[in-house]
Structure formats: C-alpha cells, structure tokens
C-alpha cells in the first residue's frame, strides 16, 4: 500500500439482484448518475437465463442495489456486448444498465484509470459488505485481458464478485472489471493449478469494447484520472523539483499531510514521508492538488518559500491536467463569495464579464442574463485556462482572466463582499507571482468601470389600454395603445419612447414593442409587466408573438422571452384602503400561500379565509371552473393578495395538477422566474400542458393613474422593505 490512501472508507458497492429474494448475484460500476456497468453474463444469471446466452435481454427489467441493498432501483439494458468463448477466459461479456431514477446522493460515479501489470487491487463482493473485500495483484496483462493473483490469506474473489470494479491502491479510482475465475475440469488451468486466479477486463479495454458497440458517448462521459507521464514529461520533472523544494523529508512529510487533509486522503501515522514520486503521483492525479500544495509551502512560515521559488513548479502545474489554477481553499472560497453575489444580483457576473474579459471566450453561463448558482463551478474550472492578455512588468506572471473578473465583480459588489474577494485576489496573485502592480492596475479598471457605468434596467413597465377595434377582413382584430417605461437597478423610472407612439398595435405589434424595449434596456434580461384593466387579466399576453430579432433566431412567445407578470392598478382605484391591506399582506415578502381547492366553493368562503386563518396569506393559487376563477380573481386583488396565480386552460379543480411543474407554492421570490422557465420549456403533452397566468404587485407598486404618471417598481428579486418608507398613497 502506499503512503497516501483512501480516508472514507470502502467505496459505495452497487449490487445487481436477483430475480427472487435479495441476493446479489454480482457487482456493477456507476459509470454516471444514471447509468452501470456489469457484465452481460452477471445480468443474464440475474434474468434466470445461461450465463453465456448472447441475445440482448433488451425487454427485461431487473434491479440494482446501492447502499448495501437498502435502496433499489429498476434498470433496463442499453447496451449489450455478449460473452463470447475462448480457450481460458471468454472475450466481451459487457453490459451498461440505464436506471429508471438517478443513483442515490451519495453513490460517487467511479472514476477509471488504466490498469498496469504490478498493481495491488481491491474488490468488494455485491452485497457491498465492508468485510467481504478481496486484495489481489495484476499480474499479467495480456492483450485486452487482465490475470490477476490473490495471496492465501484472506478472502478471495469468487461468485458474486463479477462485474464489480476493481480499485486501486489509494482507492480513488477502479483499474478494471472483475469477469470470473479461473478453472474448471475440462479447462486449460484446472482450480488445483490455479487456486486463486482470476482474470479482469481492463479499462482500456472497457473503452476498446464500449466503443465498437456505439456507446462512446458513454465512455466520454466517464470521469478519468490521467495517466501518469514516464521520464522526461511533466511528472519526471514534477519529481525533480519536488526533491528541490523539499530535500528534507521531515518537513515534506508536514507538508504532505496537510495536502492530505485537504484531499481527503489517510496518511500512516508512523512518523514516514511520502518518497517525492509518491508525492509527485498525487499532485498528478488529484484535482487541485498541486496549487493546494504549493500554497502550504507558501504559508509555511520559518519552513516555506518565497513565491519566486515556487515559478518552475507552478510553470510544470500548467502542463499538469489535473493541476487547476486555485487551491482547494482559494476554490471553496471564491465559490461561496460568488454564491452571495449571484444570490443578490443575478445579472452581475455576466455585466463584469463582459467588460473585464472583451477579449476572453465566455463559459456560456456567463452569456445568459441571470447566472444560476449551479453554473458557478462550471464557470470557475473554464476562466482558469485562461489569461487576460492586459500588460504585466516584465518578468512577473500574467494575470489570470478569473482574477481580473473577480476584481470587477468585488468592484460592483461593494461592501464586505468586496473586501473579501480583494483580500482573495491578493492571496492569490501572491501565490502565482503576479506584480501588485499589475493588480492594482485591473482593480482601478474595475473601479472606474464601476462609477462610470450607467445603472442596468432590471424591469420594463407595458401599460397596454384597449383602442377601438379595426375591421380586418372580415374580423375585427383587437388593438392597444403601449407605452413603456424602465426601471434601473439605483431605482431610476424613466419613459421609453417608442417608434409607435400611441398608434393602436395588434398584439404582434405589442410583443415586437416590447421586445425591442427589453434590447434597448441592457445587456440583461429585464422582468416585464404589463400593466392592463380588469378584463385585461385574462388576456393570454404571455403567448403573444414577440417577433423576430433577425432573419436567424425564430420569433419566441413574450412569456416564453422573458419573466411576465401582470398588474392591475384598477383595483386601487376601485377599493378603498386596498393599498393599505395590500402592504400589510405583503409584509417580509416570504410566501405564505392559500391553495384554492374544492371545499372553497364559493367567494364567501374564500373571503372567509381571507379574513380569518389567511389574513397574512400574500399569494393565492386559484383552481376550479372560469366562472369561478374570475369571480375568486377579483376578489382576491379587492382584498389585497399582491400574487395570483392560475391556469387559463384549466376547466376544474381536476385540472390543479397541472399547475405542479411550477411548484406554486415554492419560494415566492423566484416565482416569476418559474413561470418563465415553464412557458419557455413546456411539457409536449397536450393532456398535463398548463396556461399559467400571474398578478405580481409588490410591495411599492402604486400603478399608473395619469398619462405621464410614471411607476415605482421593485424587482421580484430584490430584498423587500420591512416599512411604508417610499409608498405613496393612490
């Protein structure tokens, strides 16, 4: 075994069941979140069927189990590469299960690396057991088959074994498939001559046979460690060095288990060190590794060394592909300020972006408008291939891209965000050699850019009116007057005058206004809100056409270009105190929801609950008939509720299950962005397929109640007052 292991204990063991009963017949690898790999003839004994039959049991449905057979899931075959007979060992025998739901949380998708006669492996038996392990040693590879030895001590490999992975020595990666055991009384190597020999199918080979059978996307998705280089690459020099900056190896022994600690990784406790190729074979394998290393002896006071002595190991890094730009704690760091960030202002990273890194390819989260969280790590891993291309001092490191966004993004921010993300670009343009000069110069890019650019628009205001409708043929088509106005993030409304005017517009022409009002908002993608009378609540403005930007990207529904809610100011004008009420039920902005379902019959009971057990409810999610609807719909406004929402196409309460995919009563906050997400990808059967319509009237609406009125608005992102301060009364 080696110096650095596995500190987590066994890997998670994925069973494939029998038929009957509960027995694991044999093991499988996750190759992904919803997919395995076994060998075809541990599947075939699971079906009852030969162990050897080649026909694809394509139909079957079996079961396959994770966390020691507690959780089961169903799985069918996808792709097949039957057993085929050979003089010893038989060729092929694969089988990749797609499963019927993703693999519980915690099973990890095996990550492969090549198998290398001389290596001490590990298997577990299907049950997943923890005592069940066999080690064994590669010692013969021989083609596209792998033999391998056990000792006669402990357990050995046997029934049930089959199909499962066999892991390396530090147990983070599987070198190969166990297929079977050696020997039977008509075979060339008989059980008396071969005792505990069995033979594998290496990775190499998996990815060979996954290949010729069409499944190399597979292959392409499976997570891999690299391979080692031999003398005279990266790793002969990566060793070399290492026997430079850490001759002694009572400190390359501190330094190793610390990077241990932070790899998740056992160490022996003997008082040993690592040799400087085991250690070299870490910083090659692990992700991260070597930044995280060089950032220990960095920080190691009185035992470290200085960033200058650090530039052939980091340049060697950068040949590395495991190696990364941040260390594990500058990662896990940048990650979480970023999260703060995009939960505050969504639209921030990608504005930066933009303006820091013109010259830089974008990772295509930072395209999009509002920049989900998930993406942060995609976007981390993709900006640190590259360098921002700007001046440095002569003879001092580049700037990285990330660096010079984080600057931007920290510039924006403000506050202790800011301080925090600078205090990290200082660590870590330390680290890499970078000259504060250089820094200093994007920071005052970055601040420059802050003061000079003009606040984005987070919101456009359509208040459509009816005109008098135009005979066309033979119908009349309905028209509306538009008029638009933008709200900026410092809270700024100012009128957007359009090419129209007050010309009446057909609802085409309305979502071809409002588009072209939303491109000349920003680099953003504002929130839209149509503000309409009474009968204009059940207009389907979401689906009116919103045009074509160009003869190449097809013309999209509004509601499916951007997030739309509707307002109704009519109804302050109508009811008296309704703003007063509409405040108080708006309260912190957190949703407190009442779900419309049959035994609310009527508006009387409605107006019940309203007033009684949902006094403080601020969102109501209406179901039942249209004539209800509307009656309810009125009724809720008139009281106050500043959120509706309901589905158009909906003719009952039977129909309230297609309003789920939207999770209506989920986080208030990110309501609209639902709606959005639903009216972009709605589901293609007819039969579940909602109309979701939604009144969104936060706390500082105030409507528009004269010609050149113009609105306050708040977006439905941001942070809601916990006072009156600011509302004007209608």
């Not at 076994?38 to 394509?58: Q, R």
């Not at 060394?305 to 950068?318: K, N």
Request: proline share 9%; net charge negative; aromatic share 4%.
């Amino acid at each position: 075994m080696g110096w650095f292991r596995r500190a987590d204990g066994p890997p998670p063991v994925v069973a494939v069941l029998g038929r009957h009963g509960d027995a694991a017949v044999g093991a499988a690898a996750l190759l992904s979140p919803g997919r395995v790999l076994t060998c075809a003839h541990v599947v075939n004994e699971a079906l009852g069927l030969p162990p050897m039959s080649a026909a694809s049991p394509s139909d079957e449905v079996l079961e396959v189990g994770f966390d020691r057979r507690t959780v089961r899931i169903k799985a069918q075959v996808e792709v097949w590469v039957p057993p085929r007979h050979d003089a010893v060992a038989w060729q092929g025998d694969l089988c990749v299960l797609l499963l019927a739901e993703p693999a519980p949380a915690g099973a990890r998708p095996v990550v492969w690396t090549d198998m290398a006669e001389g290596q001490s492996l590990r298997a577990w038996h299907g049950c997943g057991e923890p005592i069940t392990f066999a080690d064994t040693v590669l010692k013969l590879l021989d083609g596209r088959v792998g033999y391998l030895d056990g000792q006669l001590s402990g357990a050995a490999i046997g029934p049930g074994f089959s199909g499962g992975p066999l892991w390396t020595d530090a147990g983070d990666s599987a070198a190969g498939l166990v297929v079977g055991r050696l020997g039977g009384p008509d075979a060339p190597a008989r059980p008396a001559d071969t005792l505990r020999r069995v033979w594998a199918l290496p990775w190499q080979t998996l990815c060979e046979q996954l290949y010729t059978a069409g499944a190399g996307d597979i292959v392409a998705d499976c997570r891999t460690l690299p391979t080692i280089p031999p003398d005279g690459t990266p790793g002969a020099e990566l060793t070399a060095l290492l026997r430079s900056l850490l001759p002694d190896p009572a400190v390359r022994a501190e330094h190793a288990r610390r990077l241990a600690a932070e790899l998740g990784l056992a160490v022996p406790k003997d008082g040993t060190a690592p040799t400087a190729e085991e250690l070299a074979a870490v910083l090659l394998t692990h992700h991260r590794a070597l930044p995280t290393l060089s950032e220990s002896l960095l920080t190691a006071g009185p035992y470290g060394v200085r960033p200058e002595q650090l530039t052939a190991l980091l340049g060697t890094g950068r040949a590395v592909e495991a190696a990364g730009l941040l260390s594990l704690g500058e990662y896990a760091f940048l990650a979480h300020q970023l999260e703060q960030v995009v939960l505050t202002d969504p639209a921030l990273p990608a504005r930066a972006a933009r303006e820091a890194l013109r010259y830089t390819p974008l990772p295509s989260a930072l395209c999009t408008a509002r920049l989900p969280v998930a993406a942060l790590g995609q976007i981390i891993a993709d900006l640190e291939e590259y360098q921002d291309g700007g001046g440095v001092p002569e003879g001092t490191s580049r700037v990285p891209a990330l660096v010079h966004l984080v600057e931007f993004i920290a510039a924006a921010a403000g506050g202790p965000v800011r301080e925090a993300l600078c205090g990290w670009s200082e660590r870590v343009c330390a680290r890499l050699g970078v000259h504060p000069a250089a820094r200093d110069q994007r920071r005052a890019d970055a601040a420059h850019w802050t003061n000079t650019r003009p606040p984005a628009v987070i919101r456009l205001l359509a208040r459509l009116t009816r005109a008098e409708p135009e005979s066309e043929g033979t119908e009349r088509a309905e028209r509306f007057r538009c008029r638009l106005w933008q709200q900026h993030e410092d809270g700024t409304v100012r009128r957007l005058e359009t090419p129209a005017g007050d010309t009446p517009l057909t609802p085409a022409q309305v979502g071809a206004v409002i588009r072209e009002g939303a491109e000349r908002s920003g680099d953003g993608l504002p929130a839209v809100d149509i503000e309409v009378d009474r009968a204009g609540l059940h207009l389907p403005v979401d689906e009116w056409d919103a045009g074509s930007p160009n003869e190449f990207v097809p013309s999209l529904p509004l509601g499916a270009s951007f997030p739309l809610m509707l307002r109704c100011p009519e109804m302050s004008r109508r009811v008296p105190r309704r703003e007063t009420e509409h405040r108080r039920r708006w309260g912190d902005g957190h949703g407190r929801a009442l779900v419309i379902d049959p035994s609310c019959a009527d508006g009387r009971q409605v107006a019940a609950l309203l007033g009684s057990t949902h006094r403080d409810a601020n969102q109501v999610v209406l179901h039942g008939p249209p004539a209800l609807r509307a009656q309810l719909l009125d009724l809720c406004l008139a009281l106050g509720v500043p959120v509706v929402l309901w589905d158009r196409e909906a003719e009952g309460h039977d129909h309230a299950h297609r309003l789920e995919p939207l999770a209506p009563t989920g986080l208030l906050h990110d309501l609209p962005f639902r709606v959005h997400r639903y009216r972009a990808a709605p589901p293609p059967d007819p039969a579940v397929l909602a109309r979701p319509s939604l009144v969104w009237e936060d706390v500082t609406w105030q409507g528009l109640t004269g010609a050149d009125r113009e609105p306050m608005l708040t977006d439905p992102d941001a942070p809601r007052p916990h006072s009156d301060e600011g509302v004007r009364s209608s």
